[in-house]
């Protein structure tokens, strides 16, 4: 459906395309991480492991970001589209 020129279905699938872009590099991130450490690199292991967390600190906002595109297309009614 569209909204205010945005079709929300559309958005809504893009960011499920970056949080399953992102589901990827922190599974890499993991494995990095414990490659590190097992190899005695410890301070890579805690980087890889920061960079690990920060990346679900954006899945999380990305999970946000689709809970508002609803409440914010709620919001936005009113709009009348007219065919000329």
Do not use: P, Y
């Not at 205010?4 to 890499?28: A, C, P, S, Y």
């Not at 492991?49 to 970001?65: F, I, K, S, T, Y």
């Amino acid at each position: 459906m569209c909204t205010n020129g945005v079709n929300t279905g559309q958005f809504e699938q893009m960011i499920e395309q970056i949080d399953d872009h992102l589901k990827l590099e922190r599974r890499w991130a993991h494995t990095l991480g414990h490659m590190a450490g097992d190899a005695g690199f410890a301070t890579v292991s805690e980087k890889m492991h920061a960079a690990q967390a920060m990346l679900d600190d954006v899945r999380a906002l990305l999970d946000e970001a689709k809970d508002a595109l609803e409440d914010d297309a709620e919001a936005a009614g009113g709009v009348t589209v007219n065919l000329v």
